[in-house]
């Protein structure tokens, strides 16, 4: 009878250390820090004649918004898209 009972606990805790294993490489799998972040895109060209407080709202951006107002090609173009951004809520 006791070679059966550790026969059977032994599965127990096989089976145990298999869950356990399994738990962690499921919780790691899930987590986001594998994920790369957008690579933020260069300065517009026209930054230098924005003045402190347009550069101060520029820097402000993400990745995708920078993107987007780079887009501009022409300074008021630019402001425009600067003040557009920053009142829109």
Same mark, same amino acid.
């Given at each position: 009878?006791?070679?059966?009972?550790?026969?059977?606990?032994?599965?127990?805790?096989?089976?145990?250390?298999?869950?356990?294993?399994?738990?962690?490489?499921?919780?790691?799998?899930?987590?986001? *820090? $594998?994920?790369?972040?957008? /690579?933020?895109?260069?300065?517009? !060209?026209?930054?230098?004649? +924005?003045?402190?407080?347009?550069?101060?709202?520029?820097?402000? *951006? $993400?990745?995708?918004?920078? /993107?987007?107002?780079?887009?501009? !090609?022409?300074?008021?173009? +630019?402001?425009?898209?600067?003040?557009?951004?920053?009142?829109?809520?």
């Amino acid at each position: 009878m006791n070679k059966i009972a550790e026969i059977i606990l032994d599965i127990a805790v096989c089976g145990w250390i298999v869950f356990v294993i399994i738990a962690i490489i499921m919780t790691l799998s899930s987590c986001t *820090f $594998n994920e790369s972040a957008k /690579a933020m895109p260069p300065v517009h !060209t026209l930054y230098d004649g +924005l003045s402190a407080e347009e550069k101060e709202i520029y820097n402000s *951006f $993400n990745a995708e918004e920078r /993107a987007n107002v780079n887009k501009n !090609t022409e300074m008021h173009q +630019l402001r425009q898209a600067l003040d557009t951004i920053v009142y829109v809520w």
